[in-house]
């Protein structure tokens, strides 16, 4: 008889308590719980081992023949961005930032305006995109709005003004317009107040043009010679025309806004005999775009 069990002979059961308190006993129960405690350790300790599933050749086939027979039934399925692109556009679609990164404090009217103006008026404008391209006033002008604050303010403010005057009582919104309109201006003058005195990067520039361009639409010809002719200087400031950014957009953003402005109201050109591309004729104006878009 080995040492891992012991018998005891008891006639009574009184009589195994007896003997549950000899030495003997209490020190063989001892080592058989212990014995079952590091069992059940060790078999703890032991990693698990996963052997990844092994395919021959046969199965990789008729795995393959499987998927396709089920691929020849399976309804096409919409692809993410055509099902996003179904989203009404008053709630947004793909062109609201559901992460709210606007560079000014969120307010419960910026999705709306945003999807306007992308909508409706960042549209391609064939003297602004130049041959070869499509959309840079979405894909290249846009998210240089989305860095300055001066900026996005003004675009706020053209989207609002446009909106409005496509609604059928807008007079409720002209309160709201004419203090966005302040703030824009206030944004723009706070701006200029931290750049160097030698230097307007080309968000502030922007800012300056797209002033320009409300008060040639919505607003008056003196506030609109004031703009330009601050925006003359800032682009003196930074070398001429042809050292404003955007791969040359910006240039002639600057130049389509003098351009039709002028053309709208008789009056002369604050950048004259400049052109969209240098060496190259300018086009006739566009007051339609113009007026309706960029």
Known sequence: MGTDFVFINVKKPKDALHLAKEPEIRAHVTRHQWKQSEARASALRKPKLELAP?????????????????SQYREPVESLLEILAAIPPQLGGLRVDSFQSYPIPFRSCIPLLVDHYLVSMAVDIPELDQPGNRGLLRTSWFPLVMTEPSLFLVILLLAASHYASLQSDPHEMKLNLLGLRCEAVQAINSALEVQQSQYVNDA??????KMASYEAMFGSMDAYNVHMNGLLRAVSLRGGLSSLGLGGLLRRIVVWIDRNSAFLHGS???????????????????????????
């Open 54 to 70: 092994v395919f021959d050749d046969r199965s990789h086939k008729s795995a393959a023949a499987d998927f396709t027979r089920e």
């Open 204 to 209: 502030l520039v922007g800012a300056i043009a």
């Open 268 to 294: 002369a050109l604050h950048f004259p005999g400049a052109s969209f591309v240098p060496g190259q004729p300018l086009p006739d104006p566009n007051p339609g775009h113009f007026l309706g878009s960029s």
